[in-house]
């Protein structure tokens, strides 16, 4: 089955920095590649999510890049605010609706 | 829209006793839903997908007589953790997917369940 690794697990970055999440992924039949937000003890939110005929994707301050040769992607956060602190998570899947692989999370603190 | 709810959401039960978790789709009708698991500072893990009106499909490892998943309509999906054990201490979450966006998965805030 498929396989997502996430890098970093923890990330401090001071307010207004870039912050930089890796994921990578097994299953070269995965094609569908969303983010998702956690603070504590809440629900996940969808961010942003990729498609594999897609390389890059930007709203706003987030962007997600994917490289389907390599099977690796990445969510790149610019001009972070205290409010981005949470887990991030990436996941993949075969397509959109589909069941989920998550990576194991990275933890994000934004320092004001 | 695609709002998902889940009850209870927090519950404390005794070791040996089975507990019933609820997942609603509130304003759409979701033909999959998901069940996930999450430890403490940990990953979300899918345990079941489950189809309204059809057996769940476990992941390999769950088993299923323990993680009973029953999708008897379009708004709603149970969860029953039958004879609980502190080990299945954990932070359950439902997706639901339909609604607006077909093709994303709406998550429940969910249940934090604690076994003694």
């Known amino acids: 089955g498929e396989n997502v690794e996430q890098h970093p697990s923890t990330l401090s970055v001071q307010e207004g920095d870039s912050a930089v999440i890796k994921c990578t992924y097994s299953?070269?039949?995965?094609?569908?590649f969303p983010w998702y937000k956690q603070e504590l003890g809440k629900r996940p939110q969808l961010i942003i999510d990729?498609?594999?005929?897609?390389g890059e994707k930007k709203d706003q301050r987030i962007a997600v890049t994917l490289n389907k040769t390599a099977k690796h992607f990445s969510l790149h956060i610019t001009e972070t605010q205290p409010e981005d602190s949470a887990v991030y998570f990436c996941?993949?899947?075969?397509?959109?609706?589909?069941?989920?692989?998550f990576g194991g999370g990275t933890r994000v603190l934004v320092k004001p | 829209g695609a709002v998902v709810s889940q009850h209870p959401s927090r519950v404390i039960c005794k070791s040996g006793t089975s507990v019933k978790i609820e997942c609603r789709s509130l304003?759409?009708?979701?033909?999959?839903m998901f069940w996930y698991r999450q430890f403490p500072k940990q990953s979300l893990m899918l345990m079941a997908t489950?189809?309204?009106?059809?057996?769940?499909?476990?992941e390999q490892g769950v088993e299923k007589d323990k993680f009973l998943i029953n999708h008897a309509s379009l708004t709603l999906s149970t969860l029953t953790v039958t004879s609980a054990h502190p080990e299945d201490s954990s932070f359950y979450i439902c997706?639901?997917?339909?609604?607006?966006?077909?093709?994303?998965?709406?998550f429940g805030p969910g249940t934090r369940l604690t076994v003694l």
């Open positions: 990729i498609r594999s005929n897609v």
């Open positions: 304003d759409f009708q979701a033909t999959t």
């Open positions: 996941a993949a899947s075969m397509t959109a609706g589909n069941k989920l692989t």
């Open positions: 489950s189809n309204e009106g059809s057996k769940a499909t476990y």
């Open positions: 997706s639901a997917r339909g609604g607006p966006s077909p093709n994303e998965q709406f």
């Open positions: 299953d070269s039949a995965s094609n569908y």
